[in-house]
């Protein structure tokens, strides 16, 4: 049977995709599901060299391009924004991806380890918000800005003090921004996956944790990054979710519905 094209709810042909943080695993899954979805999309990565293997399948497809700015370097981020809107000449989609974690106790956590990850977590998406949200306004044609948080981000999860923290503020930098950029038809959602072992958390997954977070799973499994596929197509998608802001978007296999 021959496939059937994509539901026009779905349809992201003619719009550009700039997703922050392309080269972990979580960012790049996802920006396949852009591109397969008609979008153009912008890979953001720190490290090009590192990131170019992985990230080689999609640029193949002609629909994806790949871009270096350090996600907590405003001037970087801002070289980038111009070098895109050179290439497809507009901006309709933002996705945050960029994220780091650490297990590190409460007492032996130091300064220079609380700013990496509150800077990388959190400080990044107001920069981005800043210079690609400014662009979507600018561009007058609306917009959707999706970042990504955590099931740590409320109630907070145990031994990821400076994780949970940082993804609290996300939440509440997406609420903010929902409100903020509603006039200029902007939608500002997070997407708040469960357990998807990635490199940033594979280091903290001891058996002893992995059967924590199983007991607290009702669907008693880890999630496959392909799982997060569907929610950002929905939400970058303005047929879909034309309403929808100011959301957290639950991918968690039900870890979010569990207390006792």
Not at 21 to 36: D, K, P
Request: hydrophobic residues 45%; neutral net charge.
């Amino acid at each position: 049977m021959p496939l059937q094209a994509p539901s026009p709810l779905f349809d992201l042909s003619g719009r550009t995709a700039v997703v922050i943080g392309a080269g972990s695993t979580l960012g790049r899954v996802m920006a396949e599901a852009l591109v397969a979805h008609g979008a153009h999309v912008a890979l953001v990565v720190r490290n090009q060299d590192k990131a170019a293997t992985d990230l080689q399948p999609l640029l193949d497809t002609g629909k994806a391009r790949m871009f270096k700015a350090d996600a907590v370097s405003k001037p970087e981020l801002q070289q980038a924004l111009l070098e895109i809107v050179e290439w497809t000449g507009r901006v309709d989609i933002l996705l945050n991806t960029a994220g780091v974690n650490s297990a590190t106790p409460f007492f032996e956590i130091t300064e220079e380890e609380w700013d990496r990850i509150m800077d990388v977590n959190a400080k990044s998406v107001m920069l981005a918000c800043q210079v690609f949200g400014k662009a979507m306004i600018d561009g007058g044609m609306g917009g959707s800005i999706i970042n990504i948080s955590s099931v740590s981000s409320g109630p907070p999860l145990s031994r990821v003090f400076s994780y949970s923290a940082s993804k609290s503020a996300l939440n509440s930098m997406t609420q903010y921004l929902a409100r903020e950029f509603a006039p200029n038809k902007i939608r500002v959602n997070a997407i708040v996956p469960g357990f998807f072992p990635a490199e940033q958390n594979r280091s903290i997954l001891s058996p002893e944790r992995v059967a924590s977070i199983m007991s607290h799973t009702p669907m008693n499994r880890f999630g496959d990054p392909k799982e997060l596929q569907g929610a950002v197509v929905w939400l970058a998608s303005e047929a879909a979710s034309s309403f929808v802001t100011g959301t957290l978007i639950r991918v968690d296999g039900g870890f979010g519905a569990v207390t006792i």
